[in-house]
Structures are given as C-alpha cells and as structure tokens.
Nanobody, 121 residues
Framework: QVQLVESGGGLVQPGGSLTLSCAASGNIFKVNTMGWYRQAPGKQRELVADITSGGSTNYADSVKGRFTISSDNAKNTVYLQMNSLQPEDEAVYYC???????????????WGQGTQVTVSS
C-alpha cells in the first residue's frame, strides 16, 4: 500500500498564491506519474496538472501560466505552486501518484485525501 499526505491548502485572497505539497510513502518501487486534480461543488473532478518521473508536464488550459507542478523524486513528493488565484480556482485539490510497487507488475493509482483551497476576499 501507498499513503499520500497532502498539505498547503487554505484561504487566500484573489490574486494570491498558495503551494500544495503531497508526499507518498509505503510500497514504492517506482513512481511513474504524479498529478493534481480538483473538484468544485457540483462539478466533476478535473485534471489540473501532471508530471512524469522524467519531468514532462501537462496543464489544464485554465491554469497555464499561473500554476506550476514540480516534484522531488528523491522524496516522492509533488508540489503545485498556484499564483494569481481566482475564485474559480476554489475547490478541493487532490494529488495522485501512479506507482509501481515492489513485487507488482502493474502500475496503480493512489489518491490523497484532498485539501481545500478557498479563494475569497
């Protein structure tokens, strides 16, 4: 099993910044991909950004130029730097790790518990 611990959510004013982090631990042989998703009330969970173990990144159009995903592979940690936050960014943010565990032959996705980001003046 793999456990993910998220941190960094909170309340921020429009135009402000927050950094989320998510650390994975447990049965990890190799982390293949990491990502951040968000879910606002009444909406489906959507991809915000993801990153491969090689450093290739992908962003939702709505956050390009404002959010930056990065990772520390040695620490099995992924970050999401969020700048110029707007009310439409308000959501519960979830991290996801795609992990190959020791003794396994298939990649498996694990999810964090979610952290609330509130954007309000």
């Amino acid at each position: 099993q793999v456990q993910l611990v998220e941190s960094g959510g909170g309340l921020v004013q429009p135009g402000g910044s927050l950094t989320l982090s998510c650390a994975a631990s447990g049965n990890i042989f190799k982390v293949n991909t990491m990502g951040w998703y968000r879910q606002a009330p009444g909406k489906q969970r959507e991809l915000v950004a993801d990153i491969t173990s090689g450093g290739s990144t992908n962003y939702a159009d709505s956050v390009k130029g404002r959010f930056t995903i990065s990772s520390d592979n040695a620490k099995n940690t992924v970050y999401l730097q969020m700048n110029s936050l707007q009310p439409e960014d308000e959501a519960v943010y979830y991290c996801r790790f795609g992990v190959l565990g020791f003794g396994n032959i298939f990649n498996r996705n694990y999810w964090g518990q979610g952290t609330q980001v509130t954007v309000s003046s």
